[in-house]
Structure formats: structure tokens, C-alpha cells
């Protein structure tokens, strides 16, 4: 009887465990075709997951072809901005070379109303105009202007083009302007024109002796330019007046147009007899041994000798004679150096002096 009990448990606890067993595997299979579902769906035995490119990596694979798409439109983009870009420049290029023609043009037509020239000469006159604007770094128009205003001087087309260059070299040297550099240039040609300097030795003069003291070729064309005819007529060369100039620049830092307008002034109250009188009461020589007068850097050098031993007062009255009341300081400075055992005066004039080609070099270089 006990035995048939436990045979029955036994039976029954087997068929729930098969119904569980059965249970479980519907479960499984229902998760199977949900899983299949998400995947996009089971093949034939409801056991295969579809290919690569479908579901999910279809997206990934459309997004990877969308970003093709746009790297190939935006290199579209930038190939048409540089052929436009190119195009525009082309098209700016076109129209500065029309106007540069325009104004070339109209610049030789400017400088022929003066020379009057023939189509040839004219032609020939531009190569050397253009030949100078590369040799000295300068703007055509620039070129054109200081032949303009050297063309109205009456020089002939081949002297013009020289004095051209050599303004435009001190323009390159200086940082004048090139209106300013031909008018100091044709101011010191013009008043030095009996010692026959040419315009490229007195920028090679500038040019050494630029190099060698503390002052500037600038300086020494504003100075000239102030006083280069007072100082003619003092009988004052070309070399003295830029030694002076360097002299007196070192000692006052004053700039070339002040110690050219002192000069000026200097020179030319030493030529009154007045002047020259009281000079020579006080001991100084004015004239040479034949009574002929001295230039006026060899009174200024014959003053600066006696001038130390001379009392306060009458050193007051006689560099007021001789300079002015505005112009006393720079007429000390003058005396103190030429008095000087080390006179700058003494060596700016020996480098003034041996001058060569010394504008040109620093051109080139």
C-alpha cells in the first residue's frame, strides 16, 4: 500500500515537471521570435539574423554614404571659391595694369609738354625712367614727378635722367620726399655751380660723410639748400659748408634747416664792413696778406683762436655782431670745435673730401 503511494507522487511530480519543462521551452521560443523581430525577423528555421546592411548597420551604412555626400559637396564648394577667387584676381590684375598704363602714359605726356621730344626720344626717355625706378625701388609716379620738376630746369633728356637718379637715390638714402630731394639737390648745383660739382658728387660727399659722423644726409641737403648761396658768397666751398654743418649737428643735435638758416645769417653779416671792422679791432684777421678778404669759415676759424681770451662782455657784443641774437648758440658751437685740437670740422672735411662713390654702393646694396 505505501509502496503504490509513492508510485503515484512519483508520477505526478514527473508530469508537472515535464509541463514546467514545456513551459519554459514556450518562453524560449517566444523570446526567440521577439529577438528575431528586433533583428529583422528569422530566416526559414527561425534561426538566422539578416546580413550586414539592414536594421541598425543599414542606418550606420546610409549615415557613412551622407557623409561621403557632403565631403564630395564641400570640396565642390572650395574648388568654385578658388576658381573664383582666381577669376577676381585675374580681373583686378587687368584693370591695375590698364591703369597703370593710363598713368604711365599721362606721366610722359607730362614730362614731353617740357622736352618737347620726338615719339623715339620719348619711348627712349621712359626705358630710362623705368630702368630708374628699379634700380632705386621707387614708384614710377615718383620717377615721373622728379623728372617733371628737373624737366623744367631746360636740362637736356640725358642730364635729366641722371640728376633724376641721383634725387631718388638721396630720396632712398634720406627718406625726403622726391619733390624735396630735387629741389635741395638743384639748390646745391646751382649755387656750387662754379666749383662744377655734379649732382652725384654731392650725394656721394652726403653719403660718406653720413656714414662717418652723426648727422644725416638730410641734414646736409636742408643745410645747403638754406644757405648754399650766402655761403658762395663768403667764398665758402661745398665741402667746408658740410663739414661745418657736421660739426655744429654733433654739438647741437639742431637739424640741417636751423643750422642752415644760422649760417646763412653768419655768413652774411660777415661780409659787412662794420662786422669786419670791429673784427679786426679786436685782433682777428679778415684779410690775407694782399688785403683780399677771407671766406668766412677762415674768419670764423681766425675768431675761434682769439675769442677765449676776449672778456664776457665784448665775447657777448661781438658773437652778437657776428651771428644775431637767435643764431649765438649755433656760432659758439662752430668756435668751440674749430678751436678744438680735435676738431670735427678738421675731419668731416679730409672725408668730404675723398668721396668716390659711396651714395651709389649704399644704393646698391
Same mark, same amino acid.
Given at each position: 500500500?505505501? @509502496? ?14 515535464? !509541463?514546467?519543462? =514545456? !513551459?519554459?521551452? @514556450? ?15 528569422? /530566416? ?9 546592411? +539592414? ?15 557632403? &565631403?564630395?559637396?564641400?570640396? !565642390?564648394?572650395?574648388?568654385? /571659391? ?9 580681373? @583686378? ?23 618737347? *621730344?620726338?615719339? @623715339? ?36 633728356? &640725358?642730364?635729366?635722367? /641722371? ?29 656750387? $655751380? ?16 653720413? =656714414?662717418?659722423? =652723426?648727422?644725416?644726409? &638730410? ?9 648754399? *648761396? ?12 658740410? =663739414? ?20 646763412? +645769417? ?39 683762436? &682769439? ?16 651771428? /644775431? ?16 685740437? $680735435? ?23
Amino acid at each position: 500500500m505505501a @509502496r503504490d503511494k509513492i508510485t503515484v507522487d512519483l508520477l505526478l511530480a514527473t508530469k508537472q515537471a515535464e !509541463r514546467e519543462i =514545456a !513551459r519554459i521551452n @514556450r518562453k524560449l521560443g517566444d523570446m526567440g521570435k521577439t529577438m528575431g523581430k528586433a533583428f529583422g525577423g528569422t /530566416g526559414a528555421g527561425g534561426d538566422k539574423v539578416r546580413a550586414l546592411g +539592414t536594421g541598425l548597420s543599414k542606418a550606420t551604412v546610409k549615415a557613412d554614404e551622407f557623409s561621403k555626400s557632403m &565631403e564630395a559637396s564641400n570640396a !565642390r564648394v572650395i574648388a568654385f /571659391g578658388a576658381s573664383a577667387g582666381l577669376i577676381m584676381g585675374v580681373d @583686378r590684375a587687368l584693370k591695375a595694369m590698364v591703369a597703370s598704363s593710363i598713368k604711365v602714359e599721362k606721366a610722359l605726356l607730362d614730362v614731353n609738354v617740357v622736352l618737347n *621730344a620726338t615719339h @623715339r626720344d620719348l619711348e627712349k626717355f621712359g626705358k630710362g625712367m623705368f630702368k630708374i625706378a628699379k634700380d632705386t625701388a621707387q614708384g614710377f609716379d615718383t620717377v615721373a614727378e622728379a623728372a617733371t620738376e628737373l624737366a623744367r630746369q631746360g636740362l637736356g633728356m &640725358e642730364k635729366t635722367l /641722371g640728376r633724376t637718379k641721383d634725387a631718388l637715390i638721396l630720396t632712398r638714402l634720406t627718406g625726403m620726399n622726391a619733390a624735396d630731394a630735387v629741389k635741395s639737390l638743384t639748390a646745391a648745383v646751382n649755387s656750387f $655751380n662754379k666749383e662744377g660739382v655734379t649732382s652725384a658728387q654731392i650725394i656721394n660727399r652726403m653719403a660718406k660723410v653720413d =656714414a662717418a659722423f =652723426a648727422v644725416s644726409s &638730410e641734414d646736409l641737403a636742408k643745410a645747403i639748400s638754406r644757405v648754399g *648761396a650766402s655761403a658762395v658768397s663768403a667764398g665758402v666751398n661745398m665741402n667746408e659748408l658740410m =663739414a661745418i654743418t657736421t660739426a655744429v649737428q654733433q654739438k647741437t643735435a639742431r637739424g640741417g634747416a636751423v643750422i642752415g638758416n644760422a649760417f646763412k +645769417t653768419i655768413f652774411t653779416r660777415l661780409q659787412r664792413k662794420d662786422v669786419l671792422q670791429n673784427l679786426r679791432n679786436l685782433g682777428v684777421a679778415v684779410t690775407d696778406f694782399n688785403g683780399n678778404a677771407l671766406s668766412g669759415i677762415q674768419v670764423l676759424q681766425n675768431l675761434a683762436k &682769439e675769442f677765449d681770451g676776449l672778456g664776457k662782455a665784448t665775447q657777448a657784443s661781438t658773437a652778437e655782431q657776428v651771428a /644775431g641774437v637767435f643764431q649765438v648758440n649755433i656760432l659758439k658751437a662752430a668756435l668751440t670745435d674749430l678751436s678744438s685740437a $680735435n676738431s670735427q670740422y678738421a675731419s668731416s672735411l679730409r672725408v668730404a673730401s675723398s668721396a668716390t662713390n659711396e651714395a651709389y654702393e649704399r644704393n646698391e646694396q
